[in-house]
């Protein structure tokens, strides 16, 4: 199975964008792929959000929207699967979740766990985490989903012996990931799985570097170089 990590600018609020870089991504890796990977609220931009909830209401998408709709058309157009990370509204709560689609279909749908996603010292009931964690299968391949924050705050919850797809937001300094960073995100990452695949997205507000990297046994065994919009692709056994 082959699975491409996408380091591409997002941008905040602007889900037209953000779905044109996803399809292009599509283009380039068609015929490349079985799998394609977006960072943390890669739909709508991680800051897309004021916490005030009339406004946030109409940035998050639910899963019978338009959007998703046209994401699950993609995956059937270009023949294969896709994860992203988004905002999403189930009636009156948003959440930072994550789909994965495959075939046209909706195979997993991930709500983080961990509160760091949100300003939780301005937000009220409407903004929310979800409660479960768990796998999902995909060309025969067991694997489970955490988003950012979840590994930091609760790695034995996502303990397994297969494959670990982490979709993260961070925005560190090139300096700081040069200088430990990456091998703590490593490091971390190897008290939960084996195998981990971190996504990161590129951003110009604010700045984030981007970089997605295969860690192994909390070694960085494989990564594409920060502020290059690019996919890295990975070839799972």
């Not at 996408?6 to 991504?25: D, G, H, K, Q």
């Not at 998408?61 to 994401?71: A, F």
């Not at 995100?185 to 507000?205: G, K, R």
Request: with cysteine.
């Amino acid at each position: 199975m082959r699975i491409g990590l996408v380091s591409y600018r997002c941008e905040n609020r602007n889900t037209a964008f953000n779905m044109n870089r996803i399809e292009l991504a599509m283009k380039r890796a068609e015929g490349k792929a079985d799998l394609l990977c977006f960072g943390e609220a890669f739909l709508q931009g991680f800051d897309s959000l004021c916490w005030d909830y009339e406004a946030d209401k109409t940035v998050a998408v639910d899963l019978s929207s338009d959007i998703i709709q046209q994401l699950r058309h993609w995956t059937v157009r270009y023949g294969m699967s896709l994860i992203t990370g988004y905002i999403e509204k189930d009636r009156d709560k948003l959440y930072s979740s994550c789909v994965v689609i495959s075939g046209g279909e909706i195979v997993h749908n991930y709500r983080r766990i961990s509160k760091g996603w949100k300003e939780f010292s301005k937000t009220d009931g409407h903004y929310c985490e979800g409660k479960e964690t768990g796998s999902f299968q995909l060309c025969g391949k067991k694997m489970t989903l955490s988003l950012c924050g979840d590994l930091w705050d609760f790695p034995d919850r996502f303990r397994t012996e297969h494959l670990l797809i982490w979709p993260v937001y961070v925005n560190y300094s090139t300096e700081d990931w040069y200088d430990g960073i990456l091998d703590e995100y490593a490091s971390q990452a190897a008290l939960a799985a084996e195998d981990t695949l971190m996504i990161n997205p590129i951003d110009n507000f604010p700045v984030n570097h981007g970089g997605s990297f295969r860690f192994h046994k909390g070694q960085v065994i494989a990564g594409i170089p920060f502020d290059k919009e690019d996919i890295l692709f990975v070839d799972i056994q």
